[in-house]
């Protein structure tokens, strides 16, 4: 009987440490990895939003970029006023190009709004249909802010707008082209000067 008592105490022995094993080690490490599987299941969620939300504004950025770009195409100069002198300088220099001789270019009163300027400038020149156009496709592709206002054309002679001026003979096809143009310039309104 003693073997049998002996193999009873071994045997409980044995279902204690199994027991002490399965509750102190088994049970304490089979839930802490429940909960590490849990917790990387959430993590790779997260990252799987993130990395959708990263390729969102990635993007956003490439369109941002690519807006800017577009802008920047479209984009005009918009000059400090001492530069308006170069805009008469231009259009004089394609008046003589297109051999035009009888011109006028006037500036007038700068009219002051909040943080830019707009000063007018009024073009007349005796010229072709074609001449007339290559002044406005220069005013086009300048590289400032020059807004065309209003165009006039008249046959020289007409009468409706001669304004006493000597003619001398003029082919038919000769024009008396008016151009009111408007250039803007940065600057703050008159007594706001920094």
């Known amino acids: 009987m003693r073997i049998e008592r002996d193999h009873m105490v071994t045997l409980a022995i044995v279902a204690g440490l199994l027991a002490l094993f399965a509750f102190g080690v088994w049970r304490p490490t089979t839930a802490e990895q429940a909960d590490l599987g849990q917790r990387l299941a959430d993590a790779e969620q997260r990252a799987q939003e993130n990395a959708q939300k990263t390729l969102g504004v990635k993007n956003l950025a490439v369109e941002v970029a690519s807006l800017e770009a577009r802008a920047a195409r479209h984009r005009r100069v918009i000059p400090a006023e001492s530069e308006i002198a170069e805009m008469v300088r231009e259009l004089s220099a394609e008046l003589a190009r297109r051999d035009i001789h009888d011109k006028s270019i006037e500036t007038r009163l700068v009219a002051h709004y909040e943080g830019f300027k707009r000063a007018p400038v009024s073009l007349r020149f005796n010229g072709t249909f074609a001449d007339a156009h290559a002044i406005l496709r220069k ?18 002679g007409s009468g409706s707008r001669d304004r006493k001026r000597n003619k001398t003979e003029a082919s038919p096809n000769t024009l008396e082209v008016f151009i009111d143009l408007h250039a803007f310039h940065i600057g703050q309104p008159e007594g706001k000067q920094p």
């Open 139 to 156: 005013v086009e592709s300048m590289s400032r802010l020059v807004t065309v206002a209003s165009v006039e054309m008249e046959r020289v």
